[in-house]
Structures are given as structure tokens and as C-alpha cells.
């Protein structure tokens, strides 16, 4: 059976990087924006300056660079909490009971990813990657 998973997610792996020309990667953290990419970059090149040369200078931009980086995602994460309690307070005022309730699941349960298993029509898992090509059969996800 782990064999058959492993065949399955490999081919559905091969498949997709196949038939999809870009993936851009998919950042789970809803705060994380185009600044935060820009400071892991900057993180990114201090560590390799430091690499290649490691001198005391290159030590302490480094040093100052991840400090930087440590502080900005704090406060972005900070800033991101802080507006979504508040989001929950005024849903708690208004009487949006729904919205208030699945607010304060989201925050118990936090980030949970889907697996995604791809089946045929009649349920059996398709392990044929020429099945899974677009247009080469017929299937659907499975959540």
C-alpha cells in the first residue's frame, strides 16, 4: 500500500511539472507579503556574502540582516493577530454569530493542509500517469 501512494504522488508530481509551465510557491502565512519575500532575499545574500568572505564585517550584517528580518516578521505577524481579534470583537458586537465562531476556529485549529488523491469515476486511485494528463480521462479530485 505504501508503494501504491509513493507511485501515486510521484506520477501525479511528474505529471503536473509536465503539463504546468510555472508554479509559483504558495505561501500559507496570509501576512506574508512582497516585503517579507524582499527581506528574505536581502537574508539570502548577506549569507552568502558572509560565505564567501567571512570577515567581521560580513559577521555583523549578517547579524543585523537576520535581526532585521526576525523583527519585521514579528510585527507583520503581530500586526496580522491584532486585526483579526479585533475582526472578532466587532463580529462579536454585531451578533455575526457565524462569522465570530468561525473565526475562533480558525484560530484553535490553525493552518491545516488538504491531501488531494485523485480517483477515476468509479473511486479506485489512478496510478496510470497517462490518465492524468488534461483531457486524458476522466477524474476528479478527491478532498
Given amino acids: 500500500m505504501v508503494f501504491r501512494r509513493q507511485r501515486v504522488k510521484e506520477n501525479v508530481k511528474t505529471s503536473?511539472?509536465?503539463?504546468?509551465?510555472?508554479?509559483?510557491?504558495?505561501?500559507?502565512?496570509?501576512?506574508?507579503?512582497?516585503?517579507?519575500?524582499?527581506f528574505l532575499d536581502q537574508r539570502k545574500q548577506s549569507k552568502l556574502q558572509w560565505i564567501q568572505d567571512p570577515s567581521q564585517s560580513n559577521v555583523d550584517n549578517l547579524d543585523n540582516v537576520r535581526r532585521n528580518t526576525s523583527r519585521n516578521f514579528r510585527n507583520k505577524t503581530k500586526a496580522y493577530l491584532e486585526a483579526k481579534i479585533e475582526e472578532?470583537?466587532?463580529?462579536?458586537?454585531?451578533?455575526?454569530?457565524?462569522?465570530?465562531?468561525?473565526?475562533?476556529?480558525?484560530?484553535?485549529?490553525?493552518?491545516?493542509?488538504?491531501?488531494?488523491?485523485?480517483?477515476?469515476?468509479?473511486g479506485e486511485l489512478v496510478e496510470d500517469p497517462t490518465v492524468l494528463w488534461p483531457g486524458g480521462g476522466n477524474i476528479s479530485p478527491s478532498y
Fill in 16 to 38: 503536473s511539472k509536465e503539463s504546468l509551465v510555472l508554479h509559483e510557491w504558495k505561501q500559507h502565512k496570509p501576512w506574508f507579503d512582497k516585503e517579507c519575500v524582499d
Fill in 88 to 122: 472578532l470583537e466587532t463580529n462579536s458586537k454585531v451578533n455575526n454569530v457565524r462569522d465570530f465562531y468561525m473565526g475562533i476556529y480558525d484560530f484553535k485549529k490553525g493552518y491545516q493542509s488538504r491531501t488531494i488523491i485523485v480517483k477515476d469515476e468509479t
